[in-house]
């Protein structure tokens, strides 16, 4: 951060490296994760044949059927198999029978004619029409429906079904966003964007699936080898297995899939009488079984879909880390993010834990019921006793996922259980404000500060676990000034998991740092997802530090960590590469390209393609993406930003105030754009009407402590000294850790 000084000195300096950090601000970013079990890298994780890789097709479930009998039964009583299915009277769950529900004051109705399902309700102009349900999507505990639209689209309603017994609150309707009035227009709105099945869910509920979005004509042509998750989905196309099979024993004959789960085979657990707690007999060398799981059950952003099962998960997908939006900095799980970063984060996974060892991979059931499921590997002697939990046996407090894989409910109805595996932590509620199991859903009227007492008298031991982070990620979440100091301890230790790590960087690189840990360790780390993370830190670094380090990741095995050294190199690409590095360049800025192309149905997508585009001194091709990205998205406030900000390298400050504007108009309330108008006021010396700007965008956002201190400065400059003390005081009461902050207010009071 930067350290006042003279005030026109800050002001100008503010104003110019605002500028030139728009895009980086506003950027919609991901970030991917793992911790290897093994010192291999993911190079070392190539699929099991590349003959099959290659050359081999989709066939379908069916093909399956005849040599995995047992398999198939099982999977086609699945959620898997379920996950998407023609509209039908065996298929459909929800009340059809002229039913209605009100949501917003629109009145939808369900009706049945012949074989065919409709629903009357508000359409994308806000008036009632009569809408057939093409597919059922999901079947437990709610099941939604798929709209055809013009334009190849399937658009899923935001009234589904609760198929949940009535005597659990089910068998109703209910609206996905109750709390909220969505209406036609917004993004929200089931024919809006954000509820199309094309970008949003097809991926996860249909095989070798090809979204296949035309941005000419603005129109999807997707297509699928099967709907709903079937075997290949998991396993790979299997025309060659099958062509095979009868000449080869089943075993033989694996090797001709493209994921050859084989983490189990030959592994056994062998319980240690001392600890209660069983060790794996062989260290998991792999996490290619973990992975194919991840292609859907985490939160993650979609570079192509030209991969199949086997391929390692960086090659098309861009994970979440632990990013403060979706997880508390403890790491427990708060926006829905489906499993996989909560698992990367356990120490079951340091262990050499898969997900089958839990999970029946064709039911999707747990292999055990109840606690079993946990006495496989923790001696139930020891664990499952109420020495243990500390609660009657044989109840529900005494189920192990209660404490150690408590459940947060999402789309209303549907509890999912954090997968972290943590030890409940009260002590960190009162501390930090997250999240316990103890009194989040049990103890809630005896508090935090009882379940620190009765723990601690009961356990006679200090407060511990597996996860050791939130410390340093709640210090850098409200800016404090050591975070960084323990973001980068972090991101240095290696008996973190690489999630954890891979965390720290990307909290180093949001909060702009220049002090990183030692770069080469991190750089040549086995786990994609560190180095990827390194890279997007690094690209706050001068150029010099960039051109000495990225280059060597443009060749990187993964495709996500090439994309991410040609996104830190992409403003300085021609300043000093050699011919080799140019090339190299050259071949991962274009799959950065095709990266946002593939997206192209998305405002996000055109953002982040206008911005590179931009970087790399096409402007107007630039501008030409950020106004697609309206286009999508009319709301979409990060285009409007950057949007002003193309036309402001190219000196046309009228264009990029009208751009602002334009973007108030469509979205009243955000405090960055009338933020960004208040610069661009600034730079056309029109101090007064900035000051107003600014003030709102304080006034909208008070939690952004960067608005405050502007606008102070802004105040300052403009001779209204008190008042930019009295904005810095109350800035600084609400953020006490803001280091610009507090120096300008030092600073400000001095001069007094």
């Known amino acids: 951060m930067r350290s006042p000084r003279l005030p026109g000195a800050r002001w100008t300096r503010y104003i110019l490296l605002a500028a030139l950090t728009t895009l980086a601000v506003v950027a919609v970013v991901a970030a991917v994760r793992r911790w290897p079990a093994s010192k291999a890298g993911p190079a070392a994780r190539p699929p099991a044949s590349a003959e099959v890789a290659g050359s081999a097709t989709y066939v379908g479930s069916q093909a399956c059927a005849t040599c995995h009998a047992a398999e198939t039964e099982k999977w086609r009583t699945s959620q898997h198999a379920a996950a998407m299915v023609v509209a039908s009277g065996k298929s459909v769950l929800g009340n059809f029978h002229d039913s209605r529900f009100t949501y917003g004051g629109t009145t939808s109705t369900f009706s049945r004619r012949g074989d065919k399902f409709y629903v009357r309700t508000d359409g994308p102009d806000g008036r009632l029409a009569d809408f057939e349900v093409a597919y059922t999507f999901g079947v437990a505990p709610l099941q939604q429906y798929l709209v055809a639209q013009p334009g190849g689209r399937l658009q899923a309603l935001g009234v589904a079904w609760d198929t949940r017994p009535g005597s659990e609150r089910g068998q109703r309707w209910f609206h996905l966003y109750p709390h909220e009035t969505i209406k036609a227009g917004n993004p929200l709105h089931w024919t809006g964007f954000l509820q199309n099945w094309n970008f949003m869910c097809a991926d996860c509920h249909a095989t070798n699936l090809r979204k296949k979005y035309d941005p000419a004509l603005r129109e999807f042509h997707t297509s699928s080898s099967e709907i709903g998750v079937g075997c290949e989905a998991c396993h790979g196309p299997g025309s060659i297995h099958v062509m095979r099979a009868p000449q080869r024993s089943q075993a033989a004959g694996a090797s001709d899939m493209t994921a050859l789960l084989a983490e189990r085979k030959g592994i056994s657990w062998t319980m240690d009488p001392g600890t209660g707690i069983a060790a794996r007999s062989q260290p998991r060398t792999t996490d290619r079984e973990i992975e194919v799981c991840a292609r859907c059950h985490s939160r993650r952003a979609q570079i192509t879909d030209d991969t199949y099962a086997g391929d390692p998960l960086e090659n098309a997908f861009r994970p979440n880390a632990l990013d403060a939006a979706l997880f508390y900095p403890d790491g427990q799980q708060k926006d829905e993010v489906y499993t996989y970063a909560s698992f990367l984060q356990s120490k079951m996974y340091t262990r050499g834990v898969t997900c089958s060892d839990c999970h029946d991979p064709h039911s999707g059931n747990r292999t055990l019921p109840g606690n079993a499921t946990c006495t496989q590997c923790h001696l139930a002697a020891r664990y499952d006793a109420p020495s243990h939990h500390f609660h009657r046996q044989n109840t529900a407090a005494a189920m ?297 965008a304080v006034t909208l956002d008070p939690a952004e402590p960067r608005y405050s201190y502007v606008y102070a400065v802004g105040l300052h400059e403009n001779g209204q000294r008190a008042e930019a003390i009295r904005v810095l005081q109350a800035s600084a009461a609400r953020h006490p850790d803001d280091r610009d902050t507090l120096l300008a207010l030092k600073e400000y009071r001095e001069e007094r």
């Open 400 to 696: 192990c996922v209660t404490c150690h894989m408590p459940t947060t409910t999402y789309m209303v109805v549907d509890p999912r259980h954090d997968h972290s595996f943590r030890v409940p932590r009260p002590d960190r509620t009162v501390s930090l404000g997250v999240p316990n199991a103890c009194t989040t859903s049990c103890h809630r009227k005896e508090g935090a500060a009882w379940a620190v007492g009765e723990i601690q008298r009961r356990t006679s031991r200090p407060a511990g676990g597996f996860q050791q982070f939130a410390e340093a990620f709640a210090a850098a979440d409200r800016r404090a000034p050591d975070a960084q100091r323990q973001l980068r301890e972090i991101a240095a230790d290696r008996t973190q998991p690489a999630i954890v790590r891979a965390s720290a960087l990307d909290r180093l690189a949001a909060a702009g740092s220049n002090d990183l840990p030692d770069l080469t360790p991190l750089l040549t780390d086995p786990a994609a997802l560190v180095r990827r993370s390194t890279l997007a830190a690094l690209t706050h670094l001068d150029p010099t530090m960039r051109l000495r380090f990225a280059p060597a990741l443009l060749t990187d095995p993964i495709r996500a960590v090439r994309i991410q050294a040609a996104t830190a190199l992409a403003e300085i690409a021609d300043q000093s590469l050699t011919a080799t590095d140019r090339t190299n360049f050259e071949r991962a800025f274009d799959e950065l390209v095709a990266e946002q192309r593939f997206n192209a149905d998305r405002p996000e997508a055109q953002v982040n393609l206008g911005q590179v585009l931009l970087q790399r001194g096409r402007t107007d091709e630039a501008i030409a993406a950020f106004r697609e990205a309206i286009r999508l998205d009319r709301t979409f406030v990060p285009a409007y930003v950057n949007l002003a900000d193309a036309h402001r390298v190219k000196e046309q400050e009228p264009e990029a105030e009208r751009a602002l504007l334009d973007g108030i108009a469509a979205s009243p309330g955000s405090a960055v754009l009338h933020h960004s108008r208040g610069l661009a006021l600034v730079r056309q010396h029109r101090l007064r009407d900035a000051l107003a700007e600014l003030e709102r």
